[in-house]
């Protein structure tokens, strides 16, 4: 017998270390060749590591969310054959496909073994559940045994005490909560609770508080958020929707957006943008990508509608659907959900009257959709109800001046609420 030793494989691209997201095996469990052991993600790429050989797993190198460094230990594997090690320098090329943003389902971590308990020598019976809850009597224990059961939301009241004069001792408390301990009855009929359930930030929600971390504490934001009557433009969507089949694509307000979007970046092109903060160069584009902040099981990524300059409505939209689903079932590829050069983040039902959004770094420029509602306007005569939606856009202040954040504002509400100029060519 001998074992093998798997290390960290080089990912390509110039990158140190990778962070262990999921674990496919543990130790104790048989492997083949091939199987996948683990996955790995880094700035760039989610990678699954296969093993090359076929055994059992003995040492698990790394724990979820742990951050592994190229060529370290990663997996030791008993074999039949020499002892040997994987060769880190590289990963097959099918597995370099999967995409930093694409949801990744992490499974939990291998359970920690529990410290095995002193044997005793003479094990004491169970004592008999009370069966009536004395209020008035306080139970007699030391104050490490009154947190353990605090913490364990266990009423002392209900443990029977060996100790002297009754008193309650950690026996006991381990005695109780072998037989399940049933939840205290209600005094008050209010309980406190105390438990804390610790959570560790791996994976893509990693990825998500780094980049807003890194968009909010590099980029000083301005907000700027505008009332836009859509009535004119829902008249419209219900129209060109009205005879398609249950089977066929329906248009939803963001195709609209979309176009309006490329139209009013003509005329202020400083607004598509990406902004190298280090090198201290704008980058203006004369291709529109626009970003769609979605939301997935895993959380959020933005696909990427490229070239809408170059799309109609219903191409906007078609495309829209498909990176939505893409993104979804975590099937987008890496160009689909990178190089965005402006982005738009959508709520849908749940959009509220205002939002801050957080612009998608290095861009200069988010726009926000917040919720239709019917409200009244005044026509000048009399009070009429109108389909209002708020539009809450963000920029940034280093790029883009209070001025012309408004004057682009005001230039997308204009052909929002006159729809046919959307369609105008010229």
């Known amino acids: 017998m001998g074992e093998f030793i798997i290390k960290m494989p080089d990912v390509g691209e110039g990158v140190a270390e990778a962070e262990l997201v999921e674990w496919h095996v543990k130790p104790g469990d048989?492997?083949?060749?091939?199987?996948?052991?683990?996955?790995?993600?880094?700035?760039?790429?989610?990678?699954?590591?296969?093993?090359?050989?076929?055994?059992?797993?003995?040492?698990?190198?790394?724990?979820?969310?742990?951050?592994?460094?190229?060529?370290?230990?990663?997996?030791?594997?008993?074999?039949?054959?020499?002892?040997?090690?994987?060769?880190?320098?590289?990963?097959?090329?099918?597995?370099?496909?999967?995409?930093?943003?694409?949801?990744?389902?992490?499974?939990?971590?291998?359970?920690?073994?529990?410290?095995?308990?002193?044997?005793?020598?003479?094990?004491?019976?169970?004592?008999?559940?009370?069966e009536a809850l004395d209020v008035s009597k306080k139970p007699l224990a030391s104050p490490a045994v009154r947190l353990r059961a605090k913490d364990s939301g266990v009423d002392l009241r209900q443990v029977t005490g060996t100790g002297p004069a009754g008193r309650i001792t950690h026996e006991d408390l381990d005695l109780f909560l072998s037989r399940g301990a049933q939840p205290a009855p209600a005094i008050t009929g209010l309980l406190r609770k105390t438990a804390v359930e610790e959570i560790k930030v791996t994976g893509l929600r990693r990825r998500i508080a780094e980049k807003m971390t890194l968009s909010t504490s590099r980029i000083p934001h301005i907000t700027y958020?505008?009332?836009?009557?859509?009535?004119?433009?829902?008249?419209?969507?219900?129209?060109?929707?009205?005879?398609?089949?249950?089977?066929?694509?329906?248009?939803?307000?963001?195709?609209?957006?979309?176009?309006?979007?490329?139209?009013?970046?003509?005329?202020?092109?400083?607004?598509?943008?990406?902004?190298?903060?280090?090198?201290?160069?704008?980058?203006?584009?004369?291709?529109?990508?626009i970003g769609i902040a979605t939301q997935t099981p895993a959380g959020l990524t933005v696909p990427v509608v490229r070239h809408a300059e170059a799309r109609g409505i219903w191409d906007c939209a078609a495309e829209l659907n498909r990176l939505a689903d893409a993104a979804r079932t975590g099937t987008a590829t890496r160009d689909e959900l990178t190089g965005s050069t402006i982005t738009v983040s959508s709520l849908g039902a749940l959009g509220g009257i205002a939002s801050t959004p957080v612009i998608n770094h290095p861009e200069v420029a988010i726009v926000g959709v917040n919720k239709i509602a019917v409200r009244p306007v005044w026509d000048g005569t009399q009070f009429v109800p109108r389909k209002i939606?708020?539009?809450?856009?963000?920029?940034?202040?280093?790029?883009?001046?209070?001025?012309?954040?408004?004057?682009?504002?005001?230039?997308?509400?204009?052909?929002?609420?006159?729809?046919?100029?959307?369609?105008v060519e010229g």
């Open 30 to 130: 048989p492997v083949r060749e091939d199987m996948v052991l683990a996955a790995v993600m880094t700035d760039k790429a989610t990678v699954e590591i296969p093993s090359p050989v076929t055994g059992k797993v003995l040492w698990l190198g790394a724990e979820i969310g742990d951050t592994v460094a190229v060529k370290a230990p990663l997996v030791r594997i008993e074999t039949a054959g020499e002892e040997g090690e994987a060769p880190p320098d590289s990963v097959p090329e099918a597995l370099a496909e999967a995409v930093l943003d694409e949801p990744v389902a992490v499974s939990a971590p291998p359970a920690a073994k529990a410290s095995p308990k002193p044997e005793r020598t003479e094990p004491k019976p169970i004592p008999a559940p009370r």
């Open 225 to 289: 958020v505008e009332e836009v009557d859509m009535t004119a433009l829902e008249d419209l969507r219900a129209t060109m929707n009205r005879d398609r089949k249950p089977d066929q694509l329906k248009l939803t307000v963001l195709p609209f957006l979309m176009r309006a979007l490329v139209k009013t970046i003509a005329d202020q092109p400083g607004v598509n943008a990406t902004f190298d903060d280090g090198a201290g160069i704008i980058h203006r584009h004369a291709a529109v990508h």
């Open 389 to 423: 939606m708020n539009l809450s856009s963000s920029f940034d202040h280093r790029v883009i001046d209070g001025w012309d954040a408004a004057t682009f504002v005001q230039r997308l509400k204009t052909l929002l609420e006159t729809p046919a100029l959307i369609f």
